[in-house]
């Protein structure tokens, strides 16, 4: 159940040396393609890397927080098509998020890696330094990369008690 699955979700840096059955690749990918989009333009396209040397050099996409992916048995990388529809953050981000949840309840972790507006060093941006190491084309803008693997750390879910309620309101802003 959905509700169970989010309760004990986190996001999972590392990984076991094991690779992910292709059965369960190929239910990730079909997974992406049924993503929800804006007039259901479908404007992403996804890569899915499992080669290690380029895990490795994934894992450099930013000095900080893309480092993980060296050691993921798969990386997502999730392109957006700005001149297909306008809304396409939005539509990789439903996207990628489908793929965690989906990830998790076929027993994997995952975690995000974000590309956008993330520099890969001072004269260089993250998306221009896997636009180059992908062969990327000009015209699909690198939105995030989602790392994923057999865990090898758990964590426990997000306590009931540590969820900020505080941030809901019912009718108007400020009423509870
Ligand atoms: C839009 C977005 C961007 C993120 N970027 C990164 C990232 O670049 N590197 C990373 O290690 N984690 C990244 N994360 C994971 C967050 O750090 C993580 O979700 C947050 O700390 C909460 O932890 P939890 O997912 O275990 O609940 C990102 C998450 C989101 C939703």
Known sequence: MLLSLLKKRRSIRKY?????????????????????????????????????????????????GSAFLKGAALAVVILGDPERCDVWIEDCSIAATILQLVAEEMGLGSCWVQIRLRKHGNNLS??????????????????SVIGMGY??????????????????????????
């Open 16 to 64: 076991q040396p094991r690779p992910i059955e292709k059965e369960k690749i190929d239910t990730l990918m079909e997974c992406v393609l049924r993503s929800p989009s804006s007039r259901n333009l479908n404007p992403w396209q996804y890569i899915f890397v499992t080669d290690p040397g380029l895990l490795a050099k994934l894992g450099k996409s930013k000095e900080h």
């Open 126 to 143: 993250a998306e221009e330094y896997i636009r180059d190491l992908l062969q990327i084309p000009d015209n699909l803008v690198v939105a």
């Open 151 to 176: 865990p090898d750390e758990t964590k426990s879910g997000h306590n009931q008690e540590t969820l900020q309620y505080d941030k809901i309101f019912l009718n108007f802003f400020g009423q509870r």
